[in-house]
């Protein structure tokens, strides 16, 4: 509190704690209180040493809704006795944060304190309002605690992350929100200890697995629920789990639709399918329709999904899966979501093959690395006279007028006659698709087989391959 507040705003302010939600009512006032995050608070660690030596760096706090952000910067401020001075990016503008930084160069003047400048939903700001405080960080007017629910390297400005460690919070595990809901029902003072409230072990199982590592969804669902709990004759509140459920209704699934959740859950979901396993598949699916994922969006990326992971392992893959895009812009939702469950079990179950989407890779990579050979003479269009005069399709092999329609002619330009692009696998339909051009080109071409020396279409690299499609999931282009 500064000096200079009046005793009638602190009476304001001490009415208004008291009306407040119990999770800010049990907001810890030290870090003995706080729970969670003992990867930076626990002895020894970082940010522990730091606030132990007086001189927190400038950070940036990173993690998911109700994990302690804004808490842990109040306490670092409290405990290094520096003035706290919070801003949030969703209603302040440049004038605020320059009037914030006037207001610790003052204070520096005046009453040698530090100020720690704490911006709640800092990649709500754009460049121009991070520019603004990025030369009072570096001189040391201001120390920068930033908060955020977004991935700092993509939201961020270049110049302020170098400035400022980056800190990441995890999600309250399931005994660390069991303490801080017991807490609030034994506190007497801030909590509902005066309402002798109790909580049925279901109906904390259920809150625990409701909240989702949020605290602020824990204690604000604790205390609807309590609050609506009729007394015993005794006077006492007992929580059972369908009380619970009738508090909490439905929450709203921790997802947006241009943030993290969004770029994870996509990339779970193609990493499952991937990987076969059809239940991890239809949970990421429900959870993405769940929180309202455009379901063309999904779709979309089903059809590329049977292309590139399925290929010609399961060559009935790619219909599925077009007929799901269709069948959804066709019915909508909410019954579009069966097709696209059915796709994705079909996609999860099929067995796997990228090879045409490797092969495709391999050509691309010659085109654009090697020469731009000429078309040979026998694969060009003889549509006219002076075509057929200068030799074009000149010795063309119509392949149905040879036996089994194979006439064995090399259709590769000749400086790369011998290059392999496609090389088979042994799953599904390809297996088989592999045994026929053994069959028809011999080992030359077979899989496995050499290549024409020096060319660049040799065996593929497994790992940029993983790479290339990590990048793709995680980018979502399309969205």
Same mark, same amino acid.
């Given at each position: ?14 009415? /208004? ?20 995050? *003992? ?8 940010? &522990? ?56 160069? &003052? ?42 629910? &977004? ?36 506190? @007497? ?55 619970? /459920? ?40 429900? *959870?993405?329709? /769940? ?16 292309? /590139? ?58 085109? *654009? ?73 011999? @080992? $030359? @071409? ?5 290549? $024409? ?27």
């Amino acid at each position: 509190m500064r000096s200079d507040q009046t005793l009638f705003e602190h009476g304001r302010r001490g009415r /208004e704690g008291e009306n407040a939600p119990l999770a800010a009512r049990m907001r810890p006032r030290t870090l003995g209180e706080f729970v969670g995050q *003992r990867h930076l608070l626990g002895e020894g660690r970082m940010l &522990e040493r730091a606030l132990r030596d007086g001189q927190p760096p400038s950070m940036l706090l990173w993690g998911p809704p109700g994990s302690g952000k804004t808490t842990l910067a109040q306490l670092i401020a409290g405990a290094t006795k520096s003035r706290f001075i919070g801003v949030s990016a969703v209603t302040s503008g440049v004038a605020d944060l320059r009037k914030a930084v006037e207001e610790a160069r &003052e204070l520096r003047a005046t009453e040698d304190l530090g100020t720690i400048l704490f911006i709640d939903e800092v990649h709500r700001f754009n460049k121009a309002q991070q520019d603004v405080i990025l030369p009072h960080v570096e001189n040391g007017t201001v120390t920068f605690i930033g908060a955020t629910t &977004e991935n700092p390297s993509f939201e961020v400005i270049p110049a302020l992350l170098s400035r400022a460690r980056v800190l990441t919070l995890q999600p309250l595990t399931g005994d660390e929100l069991a303490r801080v809901i017991r807490n609030a029902l034994a506190d @007497k003072e801030r909590g509902l200890g005066s309402e002798r409230a109790s909580l049925e072990p279901d109906a904390l199982a259920f809150l625990q697995d409701a909240a989702s590592g949020d605290a602020r969804v824990a204690l604000n669902g604790l205390e609807l629920a309590v609050e609506i709990a009729q007394p015993s004759p005794d006077g006492a509140k007992r929580v059972d789990r369908a009380l619970m /459920e009738e508090a909490l209704q439905r929450r709203a699934p921790r997802y947006d639709k241009a943030g993290d959740a969004h770029y994870d859950t996509i990339s779970a979901f193609i990493k499952s399918v991937r990987a076969s396993d059809p239940d991890a598949a239809v949970y990421w699916l429900a *959870r993405m329709l /769940e929180a309202g994922e455009d379901p063309l969006f999904i779709a979309r990326r089903i059809v590329i999904l049977a292309a /590139e992971d399925v290929g010609m392992a399961d060559p009935m893959a790619l219909p599925v899966a077009v007929a799901a895009q269709q069948a959804v812009h066709f019915v909508g939702l909410p019954e579009g979501a069966i097709p696209l469950a059915q796709a994705t079990v079909h996609l999860a179950a099929a067995p796997k093959s990228n090879a045409s989407y490797m092969a495709l890779n391999r050509a691309m990579a010659e085109v *654009r690395e090697g020469r731009q050979h000429p078309v040979p003479l026998h694969l060009r269009n003889a549509a006219t006279g002076l075509m057929r005069g200068l030799g074009y399709g000149k010795d063309y092999k119509y392949a149905h007028d040879y036996k089994g329609h194979f006439s064995g002619q090399r259709n590769l330009p000749d400086e790369i006659a011998g290059m392999r692009f496609y090389e088979p696998g042994d799953q599904g339909y390809e297996a088989t698709a592999r045994e026929r051009l053994d069959a028809l080109w011999g @080992k $030359a @071409k077979a899989p496995g087989g050499g290549r $024409a020396e020096g060319g660049r279409a040799g065996p593929a690299d497994g790992g940029a391959a993983r790479r290339d499609a990590d990048r793709r999931d995680a980018d979502s282009g399309d969205s």
